[in-house]
């Protein structure tokens, strides 16, 4: 099957950024002939790097402010898709914190599975389809040849037969984690930042091709360009005035240098956003951290500071920069 999204040049890029319900309803507009706002399902499979910070919660708010969203999650710690797949949601311990508390006296946690989750009902829809589903790997399951060629095997045995079945109008988003700050998690063979990042690329460039719908979030990419835009800021021999790199790289890690700390988690955000909509974030809000089930372990003192308006301007700049969208009439961009 060939797949509808790619990368090029580090942009994503796709045949169409209208945006489906889950009864296949193109969400041109974010409201219909009866002044009804669109609806849209979202599920997300994966790991510490969607559950660090929320990034779950944190898509749902931003979507919110223009669709009424749903969504639901399998995830666990550490896991690539076929331990995901095996051992289920990983979540109980993590996401028992007050923020994730339900009226009922239980947490949301997310769906037992995959397999729950991709068959089941979104919460209060009609059918049983997402309208999109958010997928990441372990960061080094695409880069190494067996790994990848064991997830390329999980993906066609069990996540497509599930899409296929109750999922087929749903739009598949990868999203492409990014190279560790330094090495790390037995990482040092990978080769350095820009080899690491290629490799994973060229890994979930694979990956889409297996999906009859998908797109991909170019999260590693963007943590690149913000590498980059860093070294020519920061550059002496630079002739002509560069523009001011708002957030350093560093700050998009966790002190672990592979998790994302909440800057790299809004721009995650943000890069999900922009593949799913084909528009600019909305406005940042600062209080919309408040609902985040987790944030990072207790032993990080103290915690990591969120990101400003202005940051968070530059990290939404650079997201809809990595897809290939124009600035919103009236702004400007200093990328």
């Not at 169409?16 to 009864?23: L, V």
């Not at 694979?206 to 797109?215: I, R």
């Not at 528009?279 to 600062?286: G, I, K, L």
């Amino acid at each position: 099957m060939e797949r509808t999204g790619t990368i090029r040049g580090g942009h994503t890029s796709s045949e169409s950024q209208d945006i489906k319900n889950h009864h296949g309803t193109l969400l041109d507009n974010t409201a219909d002939n009866n002044n009804r706002r669109r609806s849209v399902a979202i599920a997300h499979i994966g790991n510490s790097i969607q559950y660090f910070n929320d990034c779950p919660r944190m898509l749902e708010h931003m979507m919110n402010q223009r669709y009424d969203v749903t969504q639901d999650s399998c995830l666990r710690g550490g896991a690539n898709v076929t331990g995901l797949f095996e051992k289920g949601n990983g979540m109980r311990n993590k996401f028992a914190t007050p923020a994730a508390l339900k009226p009922d006296g239980t947490y949301d946690i997310g769906s037992p599975t995959v397999e729950a989750l991709l068959s089941s009902s979104p919460p209060d829809a009609e059918e049983s389809k997402w309208d999109y589903v958010i997928i990441n790997d372990h960061t080094q399951a695409p880069v190494r040849e067996a790994n990848k060629t064991e997830s390329i095997q999980t993906f066609q045995e069990k996540y497509i037969p599930l899409l296929d079945s109750n999922n087929k109008n749903a739009t598949v988003i990868l999203l492409m984690t990014a190279a560790y700050k330094s090495p790390a998690k037995n990482s040092s063979d990978l080769g350095d930042f820009d080899n690491f990042t290629k490799s994973l690329v060229d890994g979930y460039a694979e990956y889409a091709t297996l999906f009859s719908n998908a797109k991909i979030a170019p999260l590693g990419l963007a943590y690149q360009y913000i590498r980059e835009h860093n070294q020519r800021a920061n550059d002496p021999t630079t002739t002509s005035e560069a523009p001011s790199a708002v957030v350093s790289w560093e700050a998009l890690y966790a002190p672990d240098d592979f998790h994302p700390s909440p800057h790299g988690t809004y721009l995650e955000a943000c890069l999900l956003y922009c593949t799913i909509t084909g528009q600019e974030p909305p406005e940042y809000q600062v209080g919309w951290w408040s609902t985040a089930r987790y944030m990072q372990p207790p032993t990080v003192q103290p915690p990591m500071p969120l990101p400003t308006v202005e940051e968070a301007d530059y990290l939404k700049k650079v997201a809809s920069h990595l897809c290939n969208i124009a600035p919103a009439a009236g702004a400007t961009s200093s990328l």
